[in-house]
């Protein structure tokens, strides 16, 4: 759909009021006054009212600001807040079914760039995309600054913004002697133990929480951003501490146990001898969104523990 202007709105209205006879013709002084009046009462309506978001972290970015009322589909992933499960779903991350966004009217739909083949369907049926970033922390906060500019809501936007910068400050650590930190998105295992792990390499928001944290990422390189390592590239990092990220909100005690259970196999590892290895689990632990911040304060309790 295209993007209509107060100009759009107000002149189609402005040309049924001069066949009325009610204003002048064009030039008069009459019609610049109608004009400037039907422009502040259109002005918020030039904001894009049916949203769509392609991400989980979109979502939660939109309804952090208070945008909620104005989404109309998100993915069959967007979980939080609560009440955005039952919104229509509009498909997956990787595979949004875009003739049932078309479908929705959206005015608006925040993709992330990734999402190429999505936009491009989407721009080529005159659908309105605003594609962000998220994989850096000042991304997220410039996420947010762009939904607040198109959204009419600046201020509360800067409000927000204001508020987690200063929880972020709050959390910040500076250590002498930084502990080298390791974080696992996955892990392969036999029934016993440990044969594999992906973890977090020197790229995008995890990995900046590291040195927010106090900690300095173990894994030595920026590429591949998400490297595998087997037992032996396991064992040539040997970090001072191991966090296993695990996107889920129902893990169990008796499965966290079984996942540190099956780390105790890899007894090589320095943080494993010294009792090092943690987890954190919640569904949103792995996206770019404003709960970041969670995250990066657990990271910080385990940090700070003797």
Known sequence: MPFHT??????PIEASLRRLGRIAGPGGPARWML????LVVAVPAAFAQRWVTLAPSLTESACRLGFRDRLVGVTEYCLFPEDVKNLPHIGGYLDPNVETIVALRPDLVWALPEQTSAIENLRSMKVRVEVVNNHSIEDIYATLRTMGELGGRVEAAKAVLAEMRARQRELQRRRVI?????LVLGHGASPSQITEAYVVGRYGFMHEMIAMAGGVNAYPSEKPAFPKLSREGLLGVDPDV???LMPRDDLSTEKRDRVLKKWQSAFHLKAVKNNKVHVIHRADVLQPGPRFLKTLAE????LDAP
Do not use: E
């Open 242 to 244: 191991i966090v296993v």
């Open 6 to 11: 107060p100009f759009d709105r107000a002149l």
């Open 299 to 302: 990271l910080v309790a385990i």
């Open 35 to 38: 004009l400037s009046l039907l």
């Open 178 to 182: 930084p502990p080298r930190v390791l």
